[in-house]
């Protein structure tokens, strides 16, 4: 297949301009990734030494600090400076962590689906296949915290050729998979819409730390100087800013204090539209899809 047809090509710098409530240069939202994982399957790791064992008590534990502590120090972090959570929810969370649910919904977090576990990857299913898996994961969502999930981001950001018209069909409104911009566009999808409001791979902890290296001091200038810039971009058309983050990451205070000084230099400036992803989408929709 030489080319997806989801969506054509379009240079930014060749786009109408966008509107921003309030006229803001920069949407910025937080994306806490909420997830479970199976306690005998491999997944995100700090050390490749136990990674094969069956249980891998070291790296299970590692991953379990982010829902016992670490998504509450980011909670109480975030609710300081103003920003609302979009958490990027593995369902199973809604049986496994209710308390987060409760904890999430008193703070008017959004939350967006992120499949069933993060120790099951997207693809590979059949179609049928995994157009059960989406439903069961918007139903249990909807169920679990009370609202149909509007956005998607696959586990590892995994597709197959048939998901977003499987995501379409169910409701899903918005997509965060393709990190291929600074704004939202559309899809092409069977029946239905969809767009994609920008997520990112960049300023996101887990390539940051595990892949990089990066110290925490890095990460929190790195998510400073990516404002800085879009927010200068966004003078002549409106930049959206996303910064992706893992409890069993950022959670830990030595990596928590710098995140924190990043939160507070972006919410001290002006134009700024603190967002959550749903309301993103529905901007865009309101006012720039279909016309």
């Not at 050390?47 to 299970?60: E, F, G, R, S, W």
């Not at 991953?63 to 959570?85: A, C, P, S, T, Y």
Request: charged letters at 25%; aromatic letters at 12%; glycine letters at 8%.
């Amino acid at each position: 297949m030489e080319n997806h047809q989801r969506f054509g090509f379009s240079p930014i710098s060749r786009r109408r301009r966008l509107e921003m409530p309030g006229g803001a240069r920069i949407a910025v939202w937080v994306i806490p990734n909420i997830e479970h994982f199976h306690f005998d399957k491999p997944s995100t790791s700090i050390t490749p030494i136990t990674a094969h064992l069956k249980p891998d008590v070291l790296n299970y534990a590692w991953r379990d600090f982010g829902n016992r502590v670490g998504v509450w120090r980011l909670m109480d972090i975030m609710e300081r400076h103003g920003f609302k959570g979009t958490a990027a929810l593995n369902a199973e969370v809604c049986e496994y962590y209710p308390e987060i649910i409760d904890a999430g919904n008193k703070l008017g977090w959004e939350w967006m689906a992120h499949g069933r576990t993060n120790s099951e990857l997207l693809n590979g299913q059949s179609e049928e296949q995994e157009r059960v898996i989406v439903k069961s994961v918007v139903d249990t969502i909807a169920l679990g915290t009370g609202v149909k999930p509007k956005g998607w981001l696959g586990p590892a950001l995994t597709e197959s050729h048939n998901t977003p018209d499987i995501l379409a069909e169910n409701g899903i409104e918005y997509l965060c998979d393709w990190c291929n911009d600074e704004q939202p566009y559309e899809f092409n999808v069977r029946n239905g819409k969809l767009i994609s409001v920008p997520y990112s791979i960049e300023v996101n902890d887990i390539p940051a730390f595990l892949d990089r290296g990066m110290s925490p001091e890095q990460f929190g200038q790195m998510i400073v100087d990516q404002f800085d810039v879009l927010y200068a971009d966004g003078e002549r058309n409106p930049r959206i800013m996303a910064v992706c983050l893992h409890p069993f990451l950022i959670g830990h205070g030595f990596r928590a204090k710098y995140l924190e000084k990043a939160f507070e230099y972006i919410s001290k400036k002006e134009k700024v539209w603190i967002s959550t992803g749903g309301e993103i989408s529905d901007w865009y929709y309101e006012n720039y899809t279909g016309k």
